[in-house]
C-alpha cells in the first residue's frame, strides 16, 4: 500500500533562517506530488505542485520554493524565512490519471517563525 | 480564474438536524468536484467525488452546473460528523492542480 511521510512534524525557527521541509511517498511511482498551506480562515492554498523529476509548478509567488530531486522525494525550502511564512504545511499525492484529484495527504508541517 | 469558494467559515447544527456545506466555484470549463474531510486529529481525506454520485457516510453532493455550485448535504446530522470540510475543484483542462475552497467547520451539538 501507498504511504506518504513527512517531517518534521513541528519545527520552530528564527526570522531569516532557511527552511527544509521533506516528503516522501512509498509504494507509488511517477506520482503528482503538492504542498500546501493550511491557514486558519484561508484554508488549503496551492503552494507547488509537480508532475515528475525536476518538474516544478509554483501557484504563488512568494519565499518559498521547492524541489523534485527524486521521483518519490519533495522537499519545500525557503533561505530566509519571514514572519508570514509561519503556517501549517501539507504535502500530497495523487496519481495523476483516471483518479486525478484524490489526494493523499501526509499528517503535515507546523512551522512557527519568531 | 479558477477559484472555489465556501461562504460559511464557522457551521453549527443540533444532533439530528439537516446540514448543508455552501460550495461554489469559477470555471470556464466543466470541472470535476470534490469534498474532502479532516476530522480531528486525523489526516485530511476524501470525501466524495461528484462524478461518482455516491453517498458516504449519509452525505450527498450535486453538482449544479447552472448555478456553479456543489453543496453537501446530510439530512440527519452526527455528532460524528464534525469536522473540517473542504470543496475542491480539478480543472479538466489540468489533470494535475487541485484547487480548494477556504473550508467549513461543522460543529454538531449534541
Known amino acids: 500500500s501507498q504511504t506518504i511521510h513527512q517531517w518534521p512534524a513541528t519545527l520552530v525557527q528564527p526570522v531569516g533562517s532557511p527552511l527544509s521541509l521533506e516528503c516522501t511517498v512509498e509504494?507509488?511511482?511517477?506520482?503528482?506530488l503538492y504542498w500546501y498551506r493550511q491557514a486558519a480562515g484561508r484554508g488549503l492554498q496551492l503552494l507547488f505542485y509537480s508532475v515528475g523529476i525536476g518538474q516544478i509548478s509554483s501557484e504563488v509567488p512568494q519565499n518559498l520554493s521547492a524541489s523534485r530531486p527524486q521521483d518519490r522525494q519533495f522537499i519545500l525550502s525557503s533561505k530566509k524565512l519571514l514572519l508570514s511564512d509561519s503556517g501549517f504545511y501539507l504535502c500530497?499525492?495523487?496519481?495523476?490519471?483516471?483518479?486525478?484529484?484524490?489526494?493523499?495527504f501526509g499528517e503535515g508541517s507546523r512551522l512557527t517563525v519568531l | 480564474a479558477q477559484r472555489v469558494t465556501q461562504p460559511e467559515k464557522l457551521l453549527s447544527v443540533f444532533k439530528g438536524a439537516p446540514v448543508e456545506l455552501k460550495c461554489n466555484y469559477s470555471?470556464?470549463?466543466?470541472?470535476?468536484l470534490f469534498w474532502y474531510v479532516q476530522y480531528s486529529r486525523q489526516r485530511l481525506q476524501l470525501l466524495l467525488r461528484?462524478?461518482s454520485r455516491e453517498s458516504i457516510k449519509g452525505f450527498t453532493a450535486d453538482l449544479n452546473k447552472g448555478e456553479t455550485s456543489f453543496h453537501l448535504k446530510k439530512p440527519f446530522a452526527q455528532e460524528e460528523d464534525s469536522a473540517m470540510y473542504y470543496c475542491a475543484l480539478l480543472p479538466k483542462t489540468s489533470y494535475d492542480k487541485v484547487i480548494f475552497g477556504p473550508g467549513t467547520s461543522l460543529s454538531v451539538i449534541p
Open positions: 470555471y470556464s470549463g466543466s470541472p470535476e
Open positions: 500530497a499525492w495523487g496519481d495523476g490519471t483516471v483518479n486525478a484529484g484524490e489526494l493523499f
Open positions: 461528484h462524478i
Open positions: 509504494g507509488t511511482s511517477n506520482p503528482n
